[in-house]
Every structure is written in structure tokens, then in C-alpha cells.
């Protein structure tokens, strides 16, 4: 069965403290990682897709990267306003389903 | 561009009540999806649709939930009757093609149901 799990559930971090979030997956077949940021009251906003094992995408402060079994976020200096729940989906082959983790919650405390 | 407009923004209803949410996508976009989110869980697909096709409706969770989407344009949700465990919120969101490409979402439909 397609699964994706997320570590940490919630992520403390002091402005300028760097760190990853985790997601591991399970998927008969990869067709394309990605991650979403997603603010209170608002629906998932997208970061980066990911397609094949050693791929890395960057955006401003954000490095997402894919090995076989798992996808890091790396955060790199972090402010405040990075602060959000950051959630990760998979898309199998011959799927155009996404299946999701229940996402970290990133706070940055100034 | 406008982006996925999702309404109404919270419902309040009685568990056997009647809730129809509504979702217009990214002009031009054929490709329309509902996912719903309870609370502590994840996010999880209910259906896509292909312009007015169906194209998978695996996740629908039983029949008191209808979704359609006519002429291929917005789409309407109607869950019917409402039960307590309905409560969550509803997501929309669009793609022009099906593939590995970005879904763009909506706000989302907060539904609780009491």
C-alpha cells in the first residue's frame, strides 16, 4: 500500500537555527515527490517536485532532496516567516492519486 | 490568474442535514480533484475528475457523497446526509494535466457537523 510518513509531527526552531524534516515512502513505483507548504486557514501551496533518487531542488532558504526510500527538507537559516506545516505527497505510477503525510509543523522563533 | 476559489469557507450543519460545498478551478484546467483532511489525519484523495468525467472516485468514503462537475466548469460536493464523522476539511484542486504535475489548491472547506 502507497504510504507516507512525516518526522517530526513539530519542529522548534530559534531564527538562524538550521535543520530537516523527514519524509519517508512507500510506493509501488515513483511517478513524483512533492512538497507543500501550507499556512493556517489556507490549502497546501507547492515547493518542489521531485522525480528520481539523487535529484535536489532549491528555493531561497529551502533544500528538498530524494533518495529511493525517503525525501529530507532542508532549512538552511530560518526565519520567522518560514513558519508553517510542510507537507509531503507522492504520486505512484499509473496513479493520479496523491497520498500525503500528516506534515511537520515548523516554528521559527525569532 | 485566479487561483482555486473553494466555497462556502466553514459550514455549520446538524448531523442529517444536507451540505453541498462548491469548487472552481483554474480556468482552463481539465483536471479537478476533492480531497478531504479529519482531523489528526492526512490529507486523503476523494475523487478526480477529468473535465466532466469522473476518472477515479475510489476514495469517496460511501454514497452519501455526490460530487459532479457539469460542463466541465466548477464542481459541487454534496454530502448527504451529513454525519458527525464528515467533519474536516474539504480541499479542491487543480492540474492541467493528470501526470506528475503541481496541483493547485484551494482554501479549503471547513465542515462540521454536530
Known amino acids: 500500500e502507497d504510504q507516507v510518513t512525516q518526522s517530526p509531527e513539530a519542529l522548534r526552531l530559534q531564527e538562524g537555527e538550521s535543520s530537516s524534516l523527514n519524509c519517508s515512502y512507500t510506493?509501488?513505483?515513483?511517478?513524483?515527490l512533492f512538497w507543500y507548504r501550507q499556512d493556517p486557514g489556507k490549502g497546501p501551496e507547492f515547493l518542489f517536485t521531485?522525480?528520481?533518487a539523487g535529484e535536489e531542488k532549491e528555493k531561497e532558504r529551502l533544500k528538498a532532496t530524494l533518495t529511493k526510500k525517503e525525501s529530507f527538507l532542508h532549512i538552511t537559516a530560518p526565519k520567522p516567516e518560514d513558519s508553517a506545516t510542510y507537507l509531503c505527497?507522492?504520486?505512484?505510477?499509473?496513479?493520479?492519486?496523491?497520498?500525503f503525510g500528516t506534515g511537520t509543523s515548523l516554528t521559527v522563533i525569532p | 490568474e485566479a487561483g482555486v476559489t473553494q466555497f462556502p469557507s466553514h459550514s455549520v450543519i446538524e448531523k442529517g442535514q444536507t451540505v453541498t460545498l462548491r469548487c472552481d478551478p483554474i480556468?482552463?484546467?481539465?483536471?479537478l480533484y476533492w480531497y478531504r483532511r479529519v482531523m489528526g489525519k492526512e490529507i486523503k484523495f476523494l475523487l478526480h475528475?477529468?473535465?466532466?468525467?469522473?476518472?477515479?472516485e475510489s476514495g469517496m468514503p460511501n454514497n452519501r457523497f455526490l460530487a459532479e462537475r457539469t460542463g466541465g466548469t466548477y464542481s459541487t460536493l454534496k454530502v448527504q446526509p451529513a454525519e458527525l464523522e464528515d467533519s474536516g476539511v474539504y480541499f479542491c484542486?487543480?492540474?492541467?494535466?493528470?501526470?506528475?504535475?503541481?496541483?493547485?489548491f484551494g482554501a479549503g472547506s471547513r465542515l462540521t457537523v454536530l
Open positions: 484542486a487543480s492540474s492541467q494535466w493528470a501526470g506528475a504535475n503541481v496541483l493547485t
Open positions: 510506493v509501488s513505483g515513483l511517478r513524483g
Open positions: 521531485l522525480y528520481s
Open positions: 505527497a507522492v504520486q505512484a505510477e499509473f496513479s493520479n492519486q496523491f497520498y
Open positions: 480556468s482552463g484546467h481539465d483536471n
Open positions: 475528475f477529468v473535465k466532466e468525467s469522473k476518472q477515479d
